[in-house]
């Protein structure tokens, strides 16, 4: 998009000149260049260290170790170069599943790697990305027409693998990973996708975040369709 199109700049009719924002222009610009070296600096990375955090920017700007490492103990080579945007997948290993090349020492090395390139904040489990614009190209990784449903595949593996206090924690973030695919999910599945939007619901009432939780029962109630509940038994 140009800055004539952001309306940064415009043609001034009365006065027969163009005008702009100075302030403006230059923010845009500054953020455009910021964007670009992350960019190439995320595609220098060692394409293990890659992968991971393309993996880590679909969970947000806060996330969990264990969270990234599960995925990638689940996911394999073919999902994970199908969901790669096209120029991002030429050097990925070679072996059929990622988890095959991977060990408990090359996670902690990736991990480590986020931290030295100064592109996460690693405190024990927790990592934070240092800043937004991080995360969002780590998430241009992901080719577009992929995003939604590879964020699916991601809350259904963390959905599977994660110990039930870890998912209890993560349920928020978990529900939100599942929704993105919920228009691709089997008929088998959308009573799960339901009963966990109705438990995300829940908990966000307890919390006050009513808006929130009106999501969740709406997305919960789509996933069963024109039936609503009629069949089912909806957990205490």
């Known amino acids: 998009m140009s800055l004539y199109d952001e309306k940064l700049i415009q043609y ?23 964007a670009s070296v992350l960019v190439n600096k995320i595609n220098r990375l ?10 880590a ?25 199908g969901s790669m945007r096209s120029g991002s997948t030429e050097s990925l290993l070679s072996s059929d599943h990622l988890s095959d090349s991977f060990t408990e020492r090359a996670y902690e090395t990736s991990i480590e790697e ?15 990305f240092m800043h937004d614009q ?52 089997t008929d088998g599945e959308r009573d799960e996708l339901a009963v966990m939007n109705l438990k995300a619901g829940i908990r966000a009432s307890e919390n006050a975040a009513f808006c929130a939780a009106k999501v969740y029962f709406k997305a919960g109630h789509g996933a069963l369709g024109k039936g609503g509940w009629e069949g089912n038994i909806v957990p205490c």
């Not at 009719?13 to 500054?30: L, Q, R, Y």
């Not at 060692?46 to 993996?55: A, P, S």
């Open 46 to 55: 060692q394409e293990e260290t890659k992968t991971m955090l393309m993996v």
């Open 134 to 185: 991080i995360q969002s190209a780590a998430f241009e990784l992901i080719s577009p027409e992929k995003r939604e449903s590879f964020r699916g595949r991601i809350g259904s593996i963390l959905l599977r693998s994660l110990p039930p206090e870890e998912l209890e924690a993560s349920l928020f973030e978990v529900v939100g990973l599942l929704n993105c695919a919920a228009s691709n999910i």
């Open 57 to 81: 920017s679909c969970l947000g700007a806060n996330f969990r170790k264990s969270a990234v490492v599960e995925v990638m103990k689940n996911i394999s080579q073919a999902e994970m170069r």
């Open 114 to 128: 986020f931290e030295e390139e100064g592109l996460c904040e690693v405190d024990d489990e927790e990592c934070r």
């Open 12 to 34: 001034n009719f009365g006065a027969m000149k163009w005008t702009w924002d100075d302030d403006a222009v230059n923010s845009k610009i500054v953020t455009e260049n910021v």
